[in-house]
């Protein structure tokens, strides 16, 4: 043996009794108990081998071929004296795919700490501290087949070496354990004076086309938002939502010169109802008359400095006393109730129609407006999600709802015996029930109807596939009837800028095809939301503490803008209308980076952020400089927030000026209808494998019936059936993960796809079995086979057609098995095959780079040069700019504010920002909540960024800039064009001049 690898500072004589054996593996596997759960683990071994260890003669190595296992690890209990915190560390090396895991959990297996090794190959220290609590013993457990996560193991080869647990130091306790309080004597307040005007000129980048409208309405054009004159509309926005949108006109003066300041030249007057109606009369159709002034004031002071509108029509929202209306749910009953339907009308009317005294204009004829939404957050799809007890209204809905519904099913098939046949699927089992039947109006509607789950579901159970299926249809086609009547309406009264639907839920494919039919589309998401929801309900705000450099989409991780972009469809402009990366998350200084460069790598026409002041109904009454209830950090308010909204300018810039290229190439997602409407489930759940094409290539969602007509470079079918005709496609991806011809399973045929590019292919037909491998004669002589083995090869590669597998069952054999397919295929293709280790994602621009293993998005373009993620230590060369900050986690971003490139620009804004948190802030033990006691006080406090910043072509001046962005104290110069950014300059920007 080589010793003991617990080290004891003071042995107890808890300690000393059981100290970790073998932790090097010299001696087998003596100390060490290996798990299986099951047979399915049979292939899956641990043991010591003399396999290039990181130290002595032997490591542990964890070897598996096929299939995924459940539980298999090795673990070792060792005694821990309670109260103790302790340091454990560990040597891990994975095969590039792996990321093997090294975790403490009690004896109940509740899990103390644990931390995963990068998907890379070499040895890699791994470090986590751990509380004992009052705890005598834990276990140590190694899972070496881990993709970054407990419990599953995947094939591969990984291997351990040199564990080690002790006692943690003070000095590491002090660095290493999550503390209640931040040690934030080096932080500055820093806080926004919303209610004073004053000049940034530092901070103008020349966006605000003042007034806004002075170009005439936005139009669409080849796809996106124009104005008349043919430029591109890109807008940077912020929500400003419930009371925050009713100042007085003293404040709407101070609010519109803030948010001009800070780069947003769109807002989204958001959630007005509830303050813009009567609350005396108690009626949809009266409005309080101050306060629609005010909002006609506030939307005033936007237009005039440049700043475009966009407006909700309805907010969900509960139906009056005096409406005449009983049942509440009043976006439901729009659909089925003329009554509700002149109820919304009459609001419609009642808004747009009104002419803003302040500008003199309707507002159906305010150029300065550029979209409108139907209706917030509300789909049909979900109406009864989540619904546990049953109401009178809700009976009231079923009913009605399924009175259309039977009447719809009538007319699609005529009688009882047609639907019969139609809903009997190819094993012979008939969806429809004996006492059923559409004439007498007692077919049952499945709700929530878009979970359909397994598409080999027993057709005979209540969710059963063609029930469901139907029943999406039937939905979809109520909804998007209602869309475009709606959308009628409102070009009757006047309305000449585009018209959506609503707003979330577009991983509903039918939601989302829905929607598609209106002139664009939007989505909503959030990245680590603030727990619970709402805050206030329970008195505190939680968060997983994950920055989102962190996610590796390459293994399936989801990332805010694969989130966002599966609501972006072709020919349609695309509109973020809320996105946040919510306090208490300690990494938000990486949102407006994400969101600026990748909105723009996608093409997108509006990024607009929730919200900027008011999400819970807080007033600008309840802010001032002495209100230190008004001026904490919220979980979503952006207003007073540095960690985000001194990076707005900037990104602003970024965004709207297009300084990031829009991706060469469009990738679609192909969904024939039997895809949007038989197989339903989530964008990640389902289609994980191709999260990492969102920050590669240009994304878009396509739909059609039967034929693919789109003209992207290339099109990935979505698998979830085996149906479309991709023959038209220029290039495309093809592969079926369920074998439905039809959204009622009557017919299935795993090859459907394949026999499409390879007439004649020798396989079975049906669904029993895939097709895979691919028999050596079937691969044509002009393709490369993939994969290759004895018996045939798992996909085919030809001048216009990538054949794969079902997704399934090759991420069972390779975690990266359909970005090394796109790689082959991408470089076949033309599209800039992506070469290299797997630890990173490069933009096919070459101008944006995940760095998965280091935790860093980095951006490099002629004005605008950036980093954001785990930034302390490193030396981040970014062409014409280098970064070497001490700051653990931070955002730089460098952007010309004269529109020259950097290495030619004589005035650069440079923002440079981490960590703020209120005054007095107290976390939990883990830093991961905050209860309503804990949240602190006003000022907020930000965290400098320190460091040092070198741009090739040297600046003559570098000073720092107050939070009005007024230059201050000049920052002297290390060397010709490098200097360091420091605490004692009290600042997040830099003016650097030439």
Known sequence: MRGLALVALALSPILAAQPMVNGGFEDELTGWTVMHAGKEDADASYAPAADSPHGGAACLVYRKQVGISRNTHVDQTIAVQPGTKYLASAWMRGDGNLRPLLSIEGVDWKRLAGQAAAAVTGWQEVRLCFDAGDREEVRVIWYGGSRGRPYESFPGVAALDDVVVRPATDAEVAELFPQPRTDARDWFPYTYRWDEVAPAPALDFGIHDAPAGKHGFVEIRDGHLCFPTGQRARFWGVCVCGRSAFPTHEQAEFVADRLAKCGVNLVRLHALEGVLLDSQAQSSRVFDP????????????????????????????????????????????????????????????????????????????????????????????????????????????????????????????????????????????????????????????????????????????????????????????????????????????????????????????????S????????????????????????????????????????????????????????????????????????????????????GSLQDWDAIICYCFYGGWGRSWDQVGEYDERGMYLGSEETFNDPALLALFPAAAALFVRGDVQPARHEVHIGYSATDAFASQGSWGNELGHLRFLSYRHRVRQAYFDTAYAGQADAVVASGLSATGDYSAARHAVLGANTPLLDGHGSQRDWNALARAVLPGLPVADGDQGTLFPLPPIAVPANATALWSEPDGCFGMLDDHRLLLPPSGQMAKRDPLWF????????????????????????????????????????????????????????????????????????????????????????????????????????????????????????????????????????????????????????????????????????????????
């Open 290 to 513: 101050e306060m629609l002034d005010r909002v006609d004031y506030l939307a005033a002071a936007l237009l005039k400095r440049g700043i475009h509108l966009f407006m909700d029509w309805r907010t969900n929202f509960r139906v009056l006393k005096n409406d005449g209306l009983a049942p509440h749910h009043l976006y439901l009953w729009s659909l089925l109730d003329e009554r509700f339907v002149a109820l919304n009308q009459d609001y419609g009317r009642l808004l747009f129609q009104h002419e803003n005294p302040y500008t003199g204009r309707r507002y159906v004829d305010e150029p300065g407006l550029v979209a409108v939404e139907i209706i917030n957050e509300t789909d049909i799809f979900g109406a009864f999600e989540g619904k546990k007890s049953e109401n009178a209204d809700t009976e009231l809905l079923r009913t009605a709802l399924g009175e259309r519904w039977n009447r719809w099913l009538l007319k699609q098939y005529g009688d009882r015996s047609a639907l019969a046949a139609a809903w009997t699927d190819a094993r012979g089992q008939c969806g429809l029930r004996p006492d059923e039947n559409p004439a007498t109006g007692n077919v049952e509607l499945p709700l929530p109807a878009y979970n359909t789950g397994a598409w080999d579901r027993d057709n005979t159970s209540p969710a059963g596939l063609a029930r469901t299926s139907d029943a999406l249809r039937f939905l979809y086609a109520l909804q998007t009837h209602y869309f475009l009547r709606m959308r009628d309406f409102l070009h009757e009264l006047g309305v000449r800028v585009p018209i959506s639907g609503t707003n979330w839920k577009m991983h509903i494919r039918p939601n989302a095809r």
């Open 819 to 994: 970005r090394q397919a796109f790689a082959q295929a991408s470089g076949r293709w033309g599209l800039g095959e992506e070469a290299g280790p797997a630890d990173r994602i490069v933009a096919d621009t070459g101008e944006l780079t995940w760095q998965l293993r280091d935790g860093r998005m980095t951006i490099q373009t002629p004005r605008a040069a950036g980093v954001t993620g785990f930034v302390g230590r490193q030396r981040v060369d970014l062409g014409e700019m280098t970064v070497e900050a001490e700051t653990p986690f931070a955002s730089v971003l460098a952007v010309s504010l004269d529109g020259q490139p950097l290495a030619t620009s004589s005035r650069i804004l440079l923002t440079a920002v981490a960590r703020a948190e209120n005054t007095d802030q107290v976390w939990s033990d883990n830093r991961t909540r905050i209860e309503a006691a804990g949240r602190g006080r006003a000022p907020v406090l930000a965290e400098p960024v320190v460091g040092l910043v070198r741009f090739n072509h040297p600046p003559k001046q570098v000073r720092a800039l107050d939070i009005a962005g007024i230059p201050g104290m000049v920052v002297p110069f290390h060397a010709p064009g490098s200097f360091r950014v420091e605490a004692r300059y009290r600042s997040l920007h830099y003016l650097v001049e030439r």
């Open 515 to 598: 929607n598609a039919q209106l002139d664009f589309t939007e989505n909503h998401a959030y990245w680590d939301h603030a727990m619970p929801w709402p805050p206030s309900l329970k008195g505190y705000t939680a968060s997983r503490q994950k920055p989102m450099v962190r996610a590796n989409p390459v293994l399936g991780d989801s990332g805010l803008i694969d989130q966002l972009g599966a609501g972006a469809v072709p020919d349609r402009p695309f509109l973020v209308t809320e996105w946040n990366f919510d306090n208490p998350n300690e990494y938000r200084c990486e949102g407006p980076l994400w969101m600026a460069a990748y």
